[in-house]
């Protein structure tokens, strides 16, 4: 499915993500600036955060409990905040929009 990260500075980059990968991995594979992903996707650093587009929240569904707890060494956390590496894509995420921070730290 289509994946669409806006960066801190307006900038759009639109990508094609199969099923199953994460979000995060799709701005690494495809140099999107503004994601580190320093662990790997094992819920280790929290240089993957991102916004999630409103109209995504919901689709995105909640944050687990260890997510949280990682969330909160991330910086300009709000809301919206997740992290990039547990969220997979699936059928339902087809057009997911996700805004990045500034800085991952
Ligand atoms: Fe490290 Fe997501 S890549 S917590």
């Known amino acids: 499915g289509r994946v669409t990260y806006i960066t801190h500075d307006g900038n759009r980059h639109t990508v094609e993500l199969d099923d199953g990968s994460t979000v995060m991995q799709g701005a690494i594979n495809n140099e999107i600036p503004g994601i580190d992903g320093d662990c790997g996707g094992c819920l280790a650093c929290g240089t993957c955060h991102v916004h999630v587009d409103p109209q995504w929240r919901a689709a995105v569904g909640p944050i687990s409990p260890e997510e949280a707890d990682m ?35």
């Open 71 to 105: 969330l909160q060494f991330s910086a300009e956390v709000a809301e919206d905040s997740r992290l990039s590496c547990q969220i997979r894509m699936r059928k339902e995420l087809d057009g997911l929009i996700v805004h990045l921070p500034e800085a991952q730290h």
